[in-house]
């Protein structure tokens, strides 16, 4: 069932986050289900406008309806990631969406206030909320000033006025990570004093974190072994963190990078162990697997595994 996004933050905030996971194609919907229906965890289905176009719009949403199908206890909204203006007009519009993240975080911060206000208005006419985003996120790396580090990061006094201003539901914060599979470089840790500030100056209000990926070093050399060159370096974000981060009002934490890894490592393994083999249902069944054993680890990570039945009660 589609629920509004607030139906999940609320029994959340404070104690445990929601997984917000990007998916392109039937076989993450699949294992997106299975494993959050084995976890017994709410969970937040993430469209890019990427995904949107890889798959069409009419596709990747009868994909989610069709995995609904075949799951129909699963809880879950559906959300809109790094929207334009006129993308998050089109999602507002469509009837299918709980929510849209409007991404004005390159603009000033007026600008932003201003672009931000306008999809809000939209949004909250016909019942869905908006996450806005603001800082910079960006890879904090060990050579990077301590100075420097903090100028990145999401200021928490512009936080309050920035959500007071626009009118925004959730706020996506830079607290040290960033996106895709090059975090960090060396020792890797969120910036709990900076996410404790922002909850001190907004409390009750979702945070979101983007690039919560944690690109697991055993998948990484995997992906190595079966002839991928990832920098085997790479660094993300230290899973054991989410709980923490939950309890300080970290509510949704989005997750893309590591799912594109087990896809990755699953296919490379399999066709260097069966080279022979051309049918691509075999590793497909297999990622299927593999990505809701993957979902049900995140879940236990984020607090949320167990959770679907006292969602459910809420809902009435
Ligand atoms: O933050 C962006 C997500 O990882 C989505 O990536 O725009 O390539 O679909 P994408
Ligand atoms: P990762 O690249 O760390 O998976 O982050 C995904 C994300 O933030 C989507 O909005
Ligand atoms: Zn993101």
């Not at 983007?210 to 992906?223: A, F, N």
């Not at 893309?256 to 066709?271: A, I, K, N, Q």
């Not at 497909?284 to 006292?310: D, H, M, T």
Request: with cysteine; aromatic share 8%; charged share 25%.
């Amino acid at each position: 069932m589609i629920v509004s996004t607030d139906a999940l933050f609320r029994p959340a905030y404070g104690k445990y986050a929601i997984g917000a996971y990007n998916i392109n194609n039937m076989e993450q919907a699949l294992g997106l289900f299975l494993g959050h229906i084995n976890a017994q965890a709410p969970f937040i289905i993430q469209l890019s406008k990427g995904s949107r176009k890889y798959a069409g719009i009419p596709m990747i949403e009868a994909i989610i309806r069709a995995a609904e199908q075949l799951y129909p206890e699963a809880i879950y909204a559906v959300h809109l990631d790094h929207g334009d203006e006129a993308t998050c007009y089109a999602c507002i519009d469509s009837g299918f969406y709980s929510s849209v993240m409007i991404d004005a975080s390159h603009a000033s911060f007026e600008e932003n206030v201003a672009i931000t206000r306008r999809v809000v208005e939209r949004a909250h006419a016909k019942g869905l909320s908006v996450e806005a985003e603001l800082g910079m996120l960006g890879g904090v790396e060990e050579d990077i000033t301590v100075d420097e580090k903090h100028a990145m990061l999401t200021n928490p006094n512009e936080a309050k006025a920035f959500v007071e201003q626009s009118g925004c539901d959730s706020l996506a914060v830079a607290i040290g990570t960033s996106h895709g599979a090059y975090k960090f470089k060396g020792q890797q840790s969120l910036h709990f004093e900076r996410i404790e500030a922002i909850q001190q100056q907004l409390p009750g209000v979702p945070l979101v974190m983007h690039g919560s990926s944690s690109v697991p070093q055993d998948e990484v050399l995997r992906i190595n072994a079966a002839g991928g060159t990832l920098d085997p370096s790479a660094r993300g974000v230290d899973e054991n963190e989410f709980k923490r981060a939950a309890e300080l009002g970290v509510t949704k934490v989005n997750i893309d990078t590591d799912g594109r890894l087990v896809w990755t490592r699953v296919h490379r393994e399999y066709f260097r162990d069966y080279p022979e083999d051309f049918d691509f249902r075999k590793p497909g069944a297999l990622f299927v697997e593999e990505y809701a054993r993957f979902i049900v680890n995140k879940s236990e990570k984020l607090g949320s595994q167990g959770k679907l039945p006292e969602v459910r009660a809420a809902l009435g």
